[in-house]
Every structure is written in C-alpha cells, then in structure tokens.
C-alpha cells in the first residue's frame, strides 16, 4: 500500500501538487520573513540595470558580477517592484523542492517524497528565499544540477552529461566559485559511462558543455570591457581578502611594494594621516572596506593587466610566513560551515539603521572605522559592495561628476542610484508576524545542523551501501570544495553552505530508503 502511495505521489499530478503545497508553504513563511534585501542585493541590480549600457558608471562592477544573478534578482524588480519579486521567489522555492524531488526519483522514489517532505518544513532552507541575492537562484541551480549529475550516472547517455557541463556553466555564471566544479565535468564522466559512451566523447561533451558558455560570457566581457574574464578579482579574494590583515612588507617584495602603495595612496588621506596610522596598523585593520580600496588601488597602482598578482602574492607571502595559521583559520571556517545555526531574522518597517563608530583601535592605536571614509570615492566603479553600513544615502557619492570625470557618466550614475534607492525603499515588504517569525526563528535555530546530516549519511551510505551511493558522494564531494573556496577566501557566512542544505537532507534519506545495490 505504501508502495503504490508513492507511486501515485511521484508522478506528473504529484509534482504539481507538490509545488502548490510548496507555494503556500512559502506563502506563510512570506508572513514571517517578508523580502528583504539580501547580500549584495544592490550590486546585483547594478550590474542588470547597466547591463545594456555602452559606459556604464559603474564599469568595474560589470566584470565582478555574472550576469545570472543580476538577472534573476534584477527582471521581478524593474517590472513590478519588491511585490512580484516576492511572487517570484515563492515559485523558484517550489521549483528547487520539486527540482530536489526529481533528482532523487531515480534512486529512489521513496527518498524522492520523504526528502520533498522534508525540505517542506526545513526552515534554514526556506530563509534563502526570502532574501535579494544570489543566494537562492544558487540554490535552486544547484537542485537541477543535481539531478543532471544522477541522471548521467543512471543513463550513462551523452545527453546528460551535457547537460552536467552545461549545468557548471549556469552555476559558475551565478556565483563564479562554482568554477571550481569544472573538476566535476572530468569525474563524472569518467564514473558514469556505463559503457554505453566511449570515455572520450564523454570527456568532450561534458568539458565542452561547460567551457563554451564560460568562454562565450568571457569573450562578450573582452568585447564589451576589455577584459577576457568569466568573472574579474579571483586573486583579489582568494586569499587575500582572509590574510590581508596580517601582510607585512617584512614577507617579501610583492607585500612591500603593496605597502609602499599604501603608504603612498592611502596613510596621506586625512582620516589616516590625522591618526598617524602606519602601515602596520593600516594592514591590522583591513576589512571588506579596506580590501575593496586596495582593489581599486591596484588597479589604478599596478594595472588592470597586473589583474591583482601583488595582492595574491603578498598573501601567498604571508600564509608562508605562518602557514599553520591559515591553515587553522581555513579549518575553522570549514567547521563552522557545518556546525552553524541560522534564523532569519524578523522584518520591520521602516528600517533601523545601528548607529556605528568613527574610530577603531587596531592593537591599541587609533584606526578610521569604515563609516568614516564613506563614500569610497576610488571604489565608485566597483559597485556598493565595499558599502560598510545599511544606510544606502551613506554610499553614495555626492558629486559623481568629480568622482568620474564624466558628465553622461556622472547623469548615469544618478538615475542608476535614484533606482536602487526606489527598489531598496519597498524591503523589507511588510512588517514580521510577530508570532510567526518568533515560531520560525526557534524551529530554525532547533533545526539539526549540517554536520549531523552528513554523518548520519556517511553511516547510511557506507552501511548500506544502497544504490545512487556514487552520484550522492561526487555531490558531496562537489558541496566540499565549492565550500572549501569559500573558507579559503572568507569568514564563515551560513548563505554560503545553505544552497547545501538540501543534499546533506537528501543524502540521509538516500542512505535509509534506496534500495541496495544488489536488490536493484
């Protein structure tokens, strides 16, 4: 009887009735989180609105950001406000339960329900989508994905091998730390042929299915921006943005070369030189603010051609000065990617900005706190992600003219700004329910964290050892190491591992409820 429920639950009527159980779900979440801005939410409808532009003001910007994001993020917005974005997001949270469904299926149709189930009332997951970001258009990319890498796996057919390819592609193009995932393009192939496609076609189709979208968005950043990129400051983060803290000029000549530019560039402007900050205590304070200044000073110092080899060398410098540490702080990362809790937190309107310090003390000397030496002025064209505070009017620029030097630019950039400041205005869409955001917040903070849904699946899968063992473990294993780029690069931050949710989920319910190999 159970048997025949799932198979009348797994089924075309089943999926639809699972999408709107998922959108009224949504739907009462919506009365707890209402949108709100997420991370990166006003880059993000940057790069979209000056998406057609010809000089966009923000230029840099442009080659930072990929442009699936900015799209998915940017389209709701600019034609119905935060109101059909809200809409929106419910549908893209229905299609990753219902995406996340489908991947399983061909495992196992069981785990297939049992894990739409349960993605249904995971409340660490739902949070995602009711955020402007990246975050969930990531997350809902990953699902699909995942169900191109288990139908290669089962089929071993060519066609989803392309479409594994094709899928790093899309993913890379929403958060380009998924290019690390092109080394999924190589193993899965090789895995899942099943002798029915020769390895090397496979290899090819897989390899090219991921490549030439990457290289097409590349080559339109060179005829567009000058520069033959999928996504430009690479180096700039990995490692640079953990370890600029510590660089010394001590280390090596890229590091003093960057302290001279720094000492030359930035410990002159007032805010340093009226504290008398030195260049050890300028590196002491380096935060997303600092780093994104020291960006924009390489690019103007060293070149756009330089494409950040000082600020990486110097950090390869300083991890060898002390490699154990970065090494701890990388490990650390990764723990508290997997042992961290997330609540979303409640909406009101309007918005409440914390007041901030003008200074810091960095080892006890004074230090300009980031709200200081706002607006950025050598970061304009990098967009408002060095923007250290909620306060959108604290980030802008006052006199763009002076700041571009162009007056079409200088007109640009405040219709852009009048946009974002009308967009950013409508979020959070309404005020929390009190009762409910209270009730959300505590049954996600409760909510089992990651690492014991991945030792409760590493058990099931080797106990077991159920069929669908080996596409769960190259998901697993393509989870580690876009996280593991991640900790490389950055603190700890739960949208980072959340998209991952539903894959440690999964994995348990593949674990108990697929078949065994030799019953299959």
């Given at each position: 009887?159970?048997?025949?429920?799932?198979?009348?639950?797994?089924?075309?009527?089943?999926?639809?009735?699972?999408?709107?159980?998922?959108?009224?779900?949504?739907?009462?979440?919506?009365?707890?989180?209402?949108?709100?801005?997420?991370?990166?939410?006003?880059?993000?409808?940057?790069?979209?609105l000056?998406?057609?532009?010809t000089?966009?003001?923000?230029?840099?910007?442009?080659?930072?950001?990929?442009?699936?994001?900015?799209?998915?993020?940017?389209?709701?917005?600019?034609l119905?406000?935060?109101?059909?974005?809200?809409?929106?997001?419910?549908?893209?949270?229905?299609?990753?339960?219902?995406?996340?469904?489908?991947?399983?299926?061909?495992?196992?149709?069981?785990?297939?329900?049992?894990?739409?189930?349960?993605?249904?009332?995971?409340?660490?997951?739902?949070?995602?989508?009711?955020?402007?970001?990246?975050?969930?258009?990531?997350?809902?990319?990953?699902?699909?994905?995942?169900?191109?890498?288990?139908?290669?796996?089962?089929?071993?057919?060519?066609?989803?091998?392309?479409?594994v390819?094709?899928?790093?592609?899309?993913?890379?193009?929403c958060?380009?730390?998924?290019?690390?995932?092109?080394?999924?393009?190589?193993?899965?192939?090789?895995?899942?042929?099943?002798?029915?496609?020769?390895?090397?076609?496979?290899?090819?189709?897989?390899?090219?299915?991921?490549?030439?979208?990457?290289?097409?968005?590349?080559?339109?950043?060179?005829?567009?921006?000058?520069?033959?990129?999928?996504?430009?400051?690479?180096?700039?983060?990995?490692?640079?943005?953990?370890v600029?803290?510590?660089?010394?000029?001590?280390?090596?000549?890229?590091?003093?070369?960057?302290?001279?530019?720094?000492?030359?560039?930035v410990?002159?402007l007032?805010?340093?030189?009226?504290?008398?900050?030195?260049?050890?205590?300028?590196?002491?304070?380096?935060?997303?603010?600092?780093?994104?200044?020291?960006?924009?000073?390489?690019?103007?110092?060293?070149?756009?051609?330089?494409?950040?080899?000082?600020?990486?060398?110097?950090?390869?410098?300083?991890?060898?000065?002390?490699?154990?540490?970065?090494?701890?702080?990388?490990?650390?990362?990764?723990?508290d990617?997997?042992?961290?809790?997330?609540?979303?937190?409640?909406?009101?309107?309007?918005?409440?900005?914390?007041?901030?310090?003008?200074?810091?003390?960095?080892?006890?000397?004074?230090?300009?706190?980031?709200?200081?030496?706002?607006?950025?002025?050598?970061?304009?064209?990098?967009?408002?992600?060095?923007?250290?505070?909620?306060?959108?009017?604290?980030?802008?620029?006052?006199?763009?003219?002076a700041?571009?030097?162009?007056a079409?630019?200088?007109?640009?950039?405040?219709e852009?700004?009048?946009?974002?400041r009308?967009?950013?205005?409508?979020l959070?869409?309404?005020?929390?329910?009190?009762?409910?955001?209270?009730?959300?917040?505590?049954?996600?903070?409760?909510?089992?964290?990651?690492?014991?849904?991945?030792?409760?699946?590493?058990?099931?899968?080797?106990?077991?050892?159920?069929?669908?063992?080996?596409?769960?473990?190259?998901?697993?294993?393509?989870?580690?190491?876009?996280?593991?780029?991640?900790?490389?690069?950055?603190?700890?931050?739960?949208?980072?591992?959340?998209?991952?949710?539903?894959?440690?989920?999964?994995?348990?319910?593949?674990?108990?409820?697929?078949?065994?190999?030799?019953?299959?």
């Amino acid at each position: 009887m159970a048997s025949r429920l799932v198979e009348r639950v797994i089924s075309p009527a089943g999926a639809a009735a699972l999408v709107a159980v998922a959108l009224a779900s949504y739907g009462v979440q919506a009365l707890a989180w209402p949108l709100q801005r997420g991370r990166d939410s006003w880059d993000y409808w940057l790069t979209f609105l000056q998406l057609a532009d010809t000089e966009p003001p923000f230029s840099a910007l442009q080659v930072f950001r990929t442009p699936i994001a900015p799209l998915v993020t940017g389209i709701p917005m600019w034609l119905g406000g935060a109101a059909l974005a809200e809409v929106v997001f419910g549908v893209l949270y229905a299609l990753s339960i219902l995406g996340w469904a489908w991947a399983v299926a061909p495992l196992s149709r069981a785990a297939a329900l049992a894990t739409a189930l349960v993605l249904l009332v995971t409340p660490t997951y739902a949070g995602l989508f009711h955020e402007v970001s990246s975050d969930h258009v990531f997350a809902l990319l990953v699902a699909w994905w995942a169900g191109a890498v288990v139908r290669a796996f089962s089929t071993g057919s060519t066609t989803w091998l392309a479409a594994v390819g094709g899928g790093v592609a899309l993913l890379t193009l929403c958060r380009p730390a998924a290019q690390v995932l092109l080394l999924a393009t190589v193993l899965v192939p090789l895995l899942a042929r099943r002798h029915r496609t020769p390895i090397l076609r496979g290899l090819a189709v897989c390899l090219a299915a991921a490549i030439v979208p990457l290289a097409a968005w590349a080559l339109h950043n060179a005829a567009r921006y000058d520069d033959l990129t999928v996504a430009r400051g690479g180096k700039a983060w990995v490692p640079f943005f953990r370890v600029g803290g510590d660089v010394d000029p001590r280390n090596g000549d890229a590091s003093r070369r960057l302290a001279e530019a720094v000492e030359r560039e930035v410990l002159t402007l007032p805010p340093y030189a009226s504290r008398r900050v030195d260049v050890e205590t300028y590196f002491g304070g380096v935060g997303n603010l600092e780093v994104i200044r020291l960006i924009a000073l390489s690019d103007r110092v060293f070149g756009r051609d330089d494409d950040y080899d000082v600020l990486f060398d110097a950090s390869l410098e300083t991890i060898r000065t002390e490699p154990w540490a970065y090494v701890r702080g990388v490990a650390d990362t990764f723990r508290d990617f997997l042992s961290q809790r997330y609540a979303p937190e409640v909406r009101e309107r309007p918005v409440r900005f914390a007041s901030l310090p003008a200074e810091l003390s960095v080892d006890g000397e004074p230090f300009p706190a980031p709200v200081t030496v706002s607006p950025l002025v050598p970061a304009i064209r990098y967009g408002f992600v060095w923007c250290p505070t909620d306060d959108l009017e604290r980030c802008v620029v006052r006199n763009p003219l002076a700041a571009l030097g162009d007056a079409s630019e200088a007109r640009r950039y405040d219709e852009l700004v009048d946009t974002i400041r009308d967009w950013n205005a409508q979020l959070p869409t309404r005020d929390s329910n009190a009762w409910l955001a209270s009730k959300g917040g505590t049954a996600s903070d409760r909510w089992p964290r990651p690492f014991l849904w991945v030792v409760v699946a590493a058990l099931a899968l080797a106990v077991r050892r159920p069929r669908g063992t080996m596409p769960v473990l190259v998901l697993l294993g393509s989870a580690t190491v876009v996280l593991l780029v991640h900790a490389l690069s950055q603190a700890p931050q739960s949208e980072f591992q959340l998209p991952f949710v539903p894959l440690w989920i999964a994995a348990v319910l593949v674990g108990l409820l697929a078949p065994r190999k030799r019953a299959a």
